[in-house]
């Protein structure tokens, strides 16, 4: 079967770095994907990993190790407009499946 | 990437009718379209594959005669939820495959049943 295990919440200060994890477990594995979603509105694309190693976009990096079935997204200079749900996805054979997200609660 | 539009964005129907929902992907073809569930603070649940031009295929669990899907077109693809009972109350939402990795999701149509 396949799952994503990450944690349901994480809470940090504005302007401080904040990692989410994620650890997956699937048969077949063609990438890793990590969604951004506020309150009442729908998944947006963040990023997504292939390969071992770190992709960089702007404040957000997304990292993968799959000899470790695992990885990470890294939010910097944390915005208030970040406060969201986050999250990861593993695309299988024929489909993404998603993790339960992280809720990201940031402090001013 | 591409951009997906879905209507109503909600509706409130009664216990026992059935409401049907679209799918509409604006500029770009899409053959195949997902159709997600999801509950309050929960994560999001595939139910089906919409595949233009042929049978829908469901997740385990989903019952394909309730929730009935219909991918006429490149660019449209409906949900109908049949003698929607409270139960049912959740956000569905939508989308289309821009590659391999990446999907676009539509705004979401929350659904309430009275």
């Known amino acids: 079967g396949q799952s994503l295990e990450q944690p349901s919440e994480v809470t940090a200060v504005e302007g401080a770095i904040v990692q989410i994890n994620c650890t997956y477990q699937t048969s077949g594995f063609y990438g890793l994907s990590w969604y951004q979603q506020h309150d009442g509105g729908a998944p947006t694309f963040l990023s997504y990993n292939a390969l071992d190693g770190l992709e960089e976009t702007g404040r957000f990096s997304s990292f993968l190790s799959r000899s470790d079935s695992y990885g990470y997204l890294l939010l910097q200079e944390l915005q208030m407009k970040d406060s969201a749900s986050y999250f990861c996805a593993v695309r299988g054979d024929d489909k993404i499946i998603f993790g339960k997200g992280t809720r990201l609660h940031i402090l001013p | 990437g591409a951009v997906v539009s879905q209507h109503p964005s909600r509706v409130i129907c009664k216990s026992g009718t059935s409401v049907k929902i679209e799918c509409r992907s604006l500029?770009?073809?899409?053959?195949?379209m997902f159709w997600y569930r999801q509950f309050p603070k929960q994560s999001l649940m595939l139910m089906a594959t919409?595949?233009?031009?042929?049978?829908?295929?469901?997740e385990q669990g989903v019952e394909k005669d309730k929730f009935l899907i219909n991918h006429a077109s490149l660019t449209l693809s409906t949900l109908t939820v049949t003698s929607a009972h409270p139960e049912d109350s959740s956000f569905y939402i939508c989308?289309?495959?821009?590659?391999?990795?990446?999907?676009?999701f539509g705004p979401g149509t929350r659904l309430t049943v009275t």
């Open positions: 989308s289309v495959a821009g590659g391999i990795y990446e999907q676009y």
């Open positions: 500029d770009f073809q899409a053959t195949t």
């Open positions: 919409s595949n233009e031009g042929s049978k829908a295929t469901y």
